[in-house]
């Protein structure tokens, strides 16, 4: 399993940016997606994620803020992200949790890590 991440880049304060990260590989038991993030010293955090079936969940901090979305014909998932401060700059992973072949237990995969730097 491999999960590509694409979307980041330099934004200025206020402005919007979307994420995508598609999954490839043996995706057959995919569960959920979803995006995570870590700031210069600070430990990684949930950002949002989404079921398979489209249950979400949100950092309360965010809400209102990001919206995930999920395509799982294509094995992707996205976050908007619009109204961006410069506290939002940090790393952005990626994940997927699969469950295992026997059904009795999860796996969780990580993309590369796109960079998002939000200037004021």
């Known amino acids: 399993v491999q999960l590509q991440a694409s979307g980041g880049g330099l934004v200025q304060a206020g402005g919007s940016l979307r994420l995508s990260c598609t999954a490839s590989?043996?995706?057959?038991?995919?569960?959920?997606m979803g995006w995570y993030r870590q700031a210069p010293r600070k430990s990684r955090e949930l950002v949002a994620a989404?079921?398979?079936?489209?249950?979400?969940n949100y950092d309360d901090s965010l809400k209102g803020r990001v919206t995930i979305s999920r395509d799982n014909a294509k094995n992707t998932v996205y976050l908007q992200m619009n109204s961006l401060k410069p506290e939002d700059t940090a790393v952005y992973y990626c994940?997927?949790?699969?469950?295992?072949?026997?059904?009795?237990?999860?796996?969780?995969?990580w993309g590369q890590g796109t960079l998002v730097t939000v200037s004021s």
């Open positions: 994940a997927a949790v699969f469950v295992t072949v026997d059904g009795k237990g999860m796996n969780d995969y």
């Open positions: 590989g043996s995706t057959t038991r995919l569960n959920s």
């Open positions: 989404m079921s398979s079936t489209g249950i979400t």
